[in-house]
């Protein structure tokens, strides 16, 4: 069982094995039809598309963030439509960085799907290894997927503004520096942070060639962030709970399983004046 990266080589090797299903994740945040346009043209043999807003959100209320979490049954459907079966080892890969995919690995997590892996350097990765790319779309026989829902792996609002008092949690944002400082905000109304929170911006989980970087690498990084605290304690959150996702990722490959995410993040935080802001 694959659950946490895959490399190009391993993928390459069980494209046509039983059991193996792989997700085309390719997203662009200004531009949401490109990442289907993308697959369209071209893709990983056998890959399904999810994308981010359609399959991977709820509809949008105003106040429930830029991509909130769909209903466990509602996204569970969805992977029967797609005719995934609990026992299927996931494959989700995205333009090259994680991000996107990291976003589908948590959610299958969240519904107990443990055999999700993220492919290691993405598409572009794939192009470079000279791998093999088709624009023939797949067809799956429609399966009756059935999860167990995790509902303790996320948390909401509410529930990061009643611990602010019991230090017994800590908020570490994914977002860039100068997005969790105030600095500048290209995408949110509102620039700032949720009082208390961390920085781990998710781009340091990758080295220059979007790779992630070794496990004790990792570890050695989000050690020095959590200190003393267990990883049940840290609740990672970001703009609209994606790039949330990748640290949560990485804090698995650290070997620091059970932090938590929120999923609403700072699209939902601000969506209420009322909630404390912090900058600088």
Same mark, same amino acid.
């Given at each position: 069982m694959f659950s946490t990266l895959v490399s190009t080589e391993i993928l390459a090797a069980h494209l046509a094995s039983p059991g193996w299903r792989v997700f085309d994740c390719r997203h662009d945040l200004a531009n949401p039809s490109l990442g289907a346009q993308q697959y369209a043209k071209a893709h990983i043999p056998g890959a399904s598309f999810a994308h981010l807003d359609r399959d991977l959100s709820a509809l949008k209320t105003?106040? @429930?963030g830029r991509h909130p979490l769909p209903d466990p049954a509602v996204f569970m459907a969805w992977l029967g439509k797609q005719g995934l079966n609990h026992g299927d080892q996931v494959v989700a890969y995205d333009a090259g960085n994680g991000t996107m995919a990291a976003r589908l690995w948590w959610m299958l997590r969240w519904v107990g799907h443990d055999r999700a892996a993220v492919l290691d350097g993405g598409f572009e990765e794939w192009l470079v290894d000279g791998r093999a790319t088709t624009a023939e779309i797949?067809?799956? *026989?429609?399966?009756?997927?059935? +999860? @167990?829902? &995790?509902?303790?792996?996320?948390?909401?609002?509410?529930? #990061? /503004?009643? =611990?602010?008092?019991? @230090? !017994?949690?800590?908020?570490? !944002?994914? $977002?860039?520096? *100068? &997005? %969790? &400082? +105030?600095?500048? /905000?290209?995408? !949110?109304? #509102?620039a700032g942070r949720i009082p208390g929170a961390k920085n781990r911006f998710c781009g340091e989980n990758l080295t220059p060639d979007s790779h %992630?970087?070794?496990?004790?690498?990792?570890?050695? /990084? %989000?050690?020095?962030?959590?200190? !003393? &605290?267990?990883?049940?304690?840290? #609740? =990672?959150?970001?703009?609209? +709970?994606?790039?949330?996702? =990748? @640290?949560?990722? *990485?804090?698995?490959?650290?070997? %620091?399983?059970?932090? $938590?995410?929120? *999923?609403g993040s700072w699209s939902e935080w601000i969506a209420d004046p009322r909630r404390p802001q912090e900058r600088g």
């Open positions: 105003g106040t @429930n797949p067809a799956f *026989a429609p399966s009756e997927y059935r +999860g @167990n829902p &995790r509902p303790a792996t996320q948390v909401d609002a509410a529930f #990061v /503004e009643s =611990h602010f008092e019991a @230090n !017994d949690l800590l908020l570490l !944002d994914a $977002r860039a520096p *100068a &997005r %969790f &400082r +105030g600095e500048a /905000e290209p995408i !949110d109304p #509102v %992630f970087k070794p496990a004790g690498e990792l570890r050695t /990084e %989000f050690g020095a962030l959590l200190g !003393d &605290r267990a990883p049940q304690e840290i #609740v =990672h959150y970001c703009g609209s +709970g994606v790039a949330a996702c =990748h @640290n949560a990722l *990485a804090m698995e490959i650290a070997g %620091f399983p059970g932090s $938590r995410i929120y *999923a």
